[in-house]
DNA sequence: GTCTAAACGAGACGGTACGTCGTGTCTTCGG
DNA sequence: CCGAAGACACGACGTACCGTCTCGTTTAGAC
């Protein structure tokens, strides 16, 4: 009756935001400490809240974690146009590099790839909010590179970047190699030989 | 007398190798078939075999699906040594390219993926019997190509080897860009020339 | 306002009466016709309820069992005080008799021994809520002839109710002898002399 | 063609003795410290036999444990003619006390007869082999007893030794009381009255 | 001395039931 | 309307025995 903003006029009891942090909060930590996906169940008791209210608000653990991931993480993307392309190309690669290695972000993206890979619906929402968000960044500035000469014409921009970025999550993902300090900028001398002139 | 063999002298009832066949055939087509890694359940009731069957030989289905995997793809590993190292290492991409997109091989290592990231000993059969023989066969062109000078001194083979295969590797995962029918040889062509002078 | 009673204010789901009752006439009638224990998958299935549900209330299909005998014969204790000792003993003894001949329980009880041969909870349960009650009534009736100087001082009640009770149930679990309708009479015939001056 | 006696010329590798009886002494040894049946598996592996040997020779753990029994304990059964037939039944019963409460052979008992009211054949067998003989020596006895004058004619013979049994199993079974060392004398002694005169 | 049929050992296999865990839904009450 | 508590159906888990089977090996007696 006095709610005067454009809001749908919310009725009844409010979200509780303190709940909505607690179950975040819960399943990351039950993801980093056990190699699979957290249960609804074991995130409902560690975050002192009732299945219910889980179900109420996520269709599955792995869209808890997404958004928990996403909350915490959600920088990183971003660079400044004025950089080299190459320097602010690298720097991303880098700071991908960082966040995998040394923030829980490298464990939750293991357990939200492993959930894509067995769920449509987890592999869009994962795809469309982590992934596509970076690669375009990066996208645009080999388009900016291109545009203004520093990238050879006829670079297919989307290539290069699955070239930049794929060993990073490679890596991630077989465990095989370690993710070094210097493997953003060893990965863009490999490429940049082949996009300059 | 009898069994002049090295084989040590079978006791028992010997496994039936159809049964064998007929669990790794039917692991596989329901895997194709669903998205999720099929259940001991499931694979027990298409193959026409008992659940115990397949806990005696298997420990999950992960591995039932490997086994199988291993079983049809066992190839597409070794190349001529007298090829020019390029073009081998180009041949090796496009062997895998073809084969996650145009063969069953490319869902079977998704599922398997999957079951990788959230299980240590599925992870690690799968890189030990897959990745790493890959791995290994292109970095050992590489160094044959680092011996001969085809290849820069200094190059890091195994950080090259990353650059060529994981590209085709995070499509697959990731599905936001198609495993093109060139995509092996434009690969190449963008690391080739930071390790040539 | 509301809940007055002392009940400690019942929060969430309440059970349902409905499946509890189906649970138990499921067993009873499984167990009628087939002479083992019947399995916790039967009777789920029989009672159209889930496996889980039964194992929520109940720690085993004997304890079922239990549960529906006594909710079906929970009478056939209680004996009037002013009838002579040995027309209620009698009557004691009859009904046991009548029970076992003529009702379920006779069945039931015998899938009910078994298990208790075989499972110390299943025993004290049985021997707790079936046999002990009936015991002690007739133990009662005993005392109180002894009081009366209707049976002889120095009877051991405990050892004259097992003559009493005993041969029924060793007819039932032996089978080697109808549990004739004279029984109680007769075996009450042959120890009176004994117990009375 | 010279086998002259009436065995059905024997051909072939004759049944070892050893481990039969090794299957029966490890029946019941495992039998005798847990309370449920032992499982064929378990025998078999106690003896040191394959599991295919003993399904050849019994239907089931049961049959071997009823084999056991009998073979330790077949004696028992038959008293002298000679004596007062109070003495006689009296002895019997208090064989069968000490048999039940100082002997393996109680325990057995109990398992046997749990098997025995689930599953027909094991009753019948126990029936035929075990109560049989021994309630039919005391009837024998006891119309000796008719005969002689010692006991009252019209006596049910087959109804007293119930009376006279009964309490023994009972309490092994019910486990309510214990098997007193003048069980048997008082039983008697409660009984006696009524059959003479 | 062979020959041979049965006993025996080893182990694969199809079943059935077990008891547990996690899922997602539903029901009831209280804030 | 939010949320807690908990009942419930469902499906898969991995294990334990069951009883049957198919091999190969052993062995006492018949020839």
Redo the contacts with the bound molecule.
């Keep these: 009756m006095n709610s005067r903003s454009g809001a749908p006029a ?7 935001p303190e ?2 942090r607690a179950i975040l909060a819960a399943a990351a930590e039950l993801a980093l400490d056990g190699s699979a ?6 995130i ?1 008791g560690r975050a ?6 889980i ?3 996520w ?3 792995a869209a808890v974690l997404l958004e928990g991931l996403l909350d915490r993480f959600h920088a990183s993307i971003e660079f400044d146009d004025d950089l080299p392309v190459r320097t602010a190309l690298t720097a991303q690669v880098d700071a991908l590099v960082g966040l995998l290695r040394d923030t829980p972000a490298g464990a939750l993206l293991r357990r939200l790839m492993a959930a894509s890979l067995a769920d449509a619906a987890t592999a869009t929402a994962l795809l469309d909010q982590w992934l596509e968000p970076r690669r375009h960044a990066a996208i645009r500035h080999l388009e900016r590179g291109i545009a203004t000469g520093a990238v050879r014409p006829g670079t297919d921009p989307a290539l290069v970047v699955d070239l930049l970025f794929a060993p990073a999550y490679h890596r991630l993902v077989w465990g095989h190699a370690p993710l070094d300090d210097d493997l953003a900028e060893q990965v863009c001398a490999l490429v940049w030989p082949a996009i300059t002139t």
């Design positions: 919310r009725r009844g009891r409010p979200r509780s709940r909505r996906l957290p249960t609804v169940d074991a409902a002192g809240v009732s299945r219910t209210t179900y109420k608000w269709p599955s653990p």
